[in-house]
């Protein structure tokens, strides 16, 4: 298993140590849930009472609550996965082990081409492995892709809203700091439009764990430039408020 560089040394063993099954018991809970990065969608929708929580998983930082909601006589799980992917991939696994199987998430990511306004919508389909959570998941390649019918039902939910939308390749970085002027020009050339810190791994937990999942970003901050652009992305109420609900209805197609 030794390899000169320890990110590279997979484990095919598929028992783990702490197996998120036998800490996390299986409760009544939807097959399908939105993942959905905006917490001010997920207060907002608390305030309105379309949520009601139904299990709260739990780690140094706090509770991380799982809601359920309703939408055209169906049951939708909800919840936020953190940021970054070590914890995002962590808590998908917890509520796997509850029970959810189809997951499709709702976020927003840089752009790597400026002409891609704030807001436009992309759906990813596949993520370059540019952080280390997927390693532990799946061998070593350079990308992993999305659930084939998790993107044929985003792309059913986008086209019945008549929503414009990219198909796309997306980065996957641990690091925020270090998106530098080269490797977005290195991560431009193979495809890539935009960079976020989750889908890879995402992607990989999912492959691992036979589950479904699929990823609508909204195009943020700009870092194609040699100067970062907020762009004032994450104020863009209406439209975190919109792909809440698109994440949502590609669930009723899964």
């Known amino acids: 298993m030794q390899q000169p560089y320890p990110i590279l040394e997979f484990d095919q063993e598929a028992q783990a140590i702490?197996?998120?099954s036998r800490v996390v018991k299986p409760m009544d809970i939807p097959?399908?849930?939105v993942v959905c990065f905006f917490q001010d969608v997920i207060t907002s929708l608390l305030e309105d009472n379309h949520l009601r929580l139904?299990?709260?998983q739990h780690s140094e930082i706090g509770w991380h609550p799982v809601y359920e909601m309703a939408m055209d006589g169906r049951r939708i799980a909800v919840f936020h996965p953190?940021?970054?992917?070590?914890?995002?991939?962590?808590l998908l696994e917890e509520v796997i082990a509850l029970g959810c199987?189809?997951?499709?998430?709702?976020?927003?990511?840089?752009?790597?081409?400026?002409?891609?306004?704030?807001?436009h919508l992309i759906v990813p389909t596949s993520a370059v492995r540019d952080e280390g959570t997927s390693y532990h998941y799946l061998p070593p390649s350079r990308e992993v892709a999305a659930a084939p019918e998790a993107v044929a039902a985003i792309e059913r939910a986008l086209q019945a809203n008549h929503c414009e939308y990219l198909l796309a390749k997306t980065w996957t970085?641990?690091?925020i700091y270090r998106e530098t002027s080269?490797?977005?020009q290195l991560r431009r050339n193979e495809g890539c439009l935009t960079v976020e810190m989750e889908a890879a791994a995402f992607f990989a937990v999912a492959s691992f764990r036979n589950a479904v999942f699929g990823q609508i970003l909204y195009g943020g901050d700009d870092v194609s430039g040699a100067d970062w652009d907020a762009r004032h992305w994450d104020k863009r109420a209406t439209v975190r408020e919109k792909l809440f609900w698109l994440a949502a209805e590609a669930c009723l197609y899964l």
């Open 18 to 20: 702490i197996e998120p």
């Open 31 to 33: 097959k399908q849930a």
């Open 54 to 56: 139904i299990a709260q």
């Open 82 to 90: 953190g940021i970054g992917a070590p914890l995002a991939a962590g």
């Open 101 to 119: 199987r189809k997951f499709i998430a709702c976020g927003g990511a840089g752009v790597l081409d400026r002409q891609i306004a704030v807001g």
């Open 173 to 175: 970085t641990d690091a």
């Open 182 to 184: 080269a490797k977005v």
